[in-house]
């Protein structure tokens, strides 16, 4: 099966950690200095908190990692059962779940309410 996926040129999911989602988000904004991360779960998505305030995101999308700064025009909401759940205004990515345990995930909804204010 390994060798029909190559050969087709499908390549496994990638996995997010502190370095890879800090890697990420540096190729796209190189002006952001990232002063925490906060990785998923289930290594599929991360937030980090920038020094200018503002909060950006890295998550995953097949092999590749998509990164995005949050806007005000964002949405935050917390579910036990599902973790962290952000709407944006962004077409391209218009919802994300971050699965987190819950002290940390309500720690966000916290920042990222501080977005709109």
Do not use: C, I, N, Y
Not at 91 to 96: D, E, G, Q, W
Not at 99 to 110: C, I, K, R, T
């Amino acid at each position: 099966m390994v060798v029909v996926s190559l050969a087709l040129g499908q390549a496994a999911e990638a996995r997010l950690d502190e370095a890879a989602a800090r890697d990420a988000f540096a190729v796209d904004h190189p002006d952001s200095v990232v002063l925490s991360v906060t990785v998923g779960t289930d290594g599929r998505a991360a937030l980090l908190q920038l020094e200018d305030g503002a909060v950006g995101t890295v998550f995953v999308l097949g092999d590749r990692f998509v990164t995005r700064r949050l806007t005000a025009s964002l949405t935050a909401g917390w579910s036990a059962e599902r973790g962290l759940q952000l709407h944006a205004a962004d077409p391209k990515a218009p919802r994300l779940l971050v699965p987190l345990d819950a002290d940390v995930g309500l720690q966000w909804v916290s920042r990222l309410a501080k977005l709109g204010a």
